[in-house]
């Protein structure tokens, strides 16, 4: 079981706007930036978000992140086919005083 | 680029250690973390050491594993000790910040442990 809860799965067809949610308590989220990954099949994990919201070098701007309290969401706009993959979230813990990740998000394009 | 070696099958109970080479920046200027990934499941962060040499480990590997580098060799290492089958898993090393805020910018492709008798 997770620290932080993500849904195991979310749908969307192309061109749509998909978000996904990353819940944690206040020893995580609520006081600390959350980081999203994205891990395409076979593949080690990439950092799409920092700082919350702020856009990892390289990455399309179709990616988004945002926090509130204690939760936060990774925005992806004008789906792609190429955006299949599992999504992560990821934030210091300062209770457990190491990094927590959800238990990731399996990305579908219809 | 960071590129991972060490990996294989290994009895429960034995000791294995992981590389993890550096190129391009120095694995002493940065925080250097390691995390895992069981088959079929998701990421778990092992370790993190710091640049001023403090580590910090997941309680599931405390007193088992052992963060450390060669900066001469550029190069991270995680021993790993008293292995079970949960530690079963793809491991890879991953360039960090100070502040975790940052994220984990780097990584590498991965080296496979299985713990098996």
């Known amino acids: 079981q997770s620290v932080l809860t993500q849904p195991p799965s979310v749908s969307e067809a192309p061109r749509q706007r998909v978000t996904i949610s990353c819940s944690g308590s206040s020893s995580n989220i609520g006081n600390n930036a959350v980081n999203w990954y994205q891990q395409l099949p076979g593949k080690a994990p990439k950092l799409l978000i920092y700082?919350?919201?702020l856009l990892s070098s390289g990455v399309s701007d179709r990616f988004s992140g945002s926090k509130s309290g204690t939760s936060a969401s990774l925005a992806i706009s004008g789906l792609q086919s190429e955006d299949e993959a599992d999504y992560y979230c990821?934030?210091?813990?300062?209770?457990?005083?190491?990094?927590?990740f959800g238990g990731g998000t399996k990305l579908t394009v219809l | 680029r960071l590129v991972e070696s060490g990996g294989g099958l290994i009895q429960p109970g034995g000791s294995l250690r992981l590389s993890c080479a550096a190129s391009g920046f120095p694995v002493n200027g940065n925080a250097m973390s390691w995390v895992r990934q069981a088959p079929g499941k998701g990421l778990e962060w092992i370790s993190v050491i710091y640049s001023g040499g403090s580590a910090l480990y997941t309680d599931s590997v405390k007193g088992r594993f052992t963060i450390s580098r060669d900066d001469s060799k550029n190069t991270l290492y995680l021993q790993m000790r008293s292995l079970r089958g949960d530690d079963t898993a793809v491991y890879y090393c991953a360039r960090d910040a100070a502040d975790p805020n940052y994220g984990m910018d780097v990584w590498g492709q991965g080296t496979t442990v299985t713990v098996s008798s």
């Open positions: 700082y919350d919201d």
């Open positions: 990821a934030a210091w813990d300062d209770s457990l005083n190491g990094v927590v």
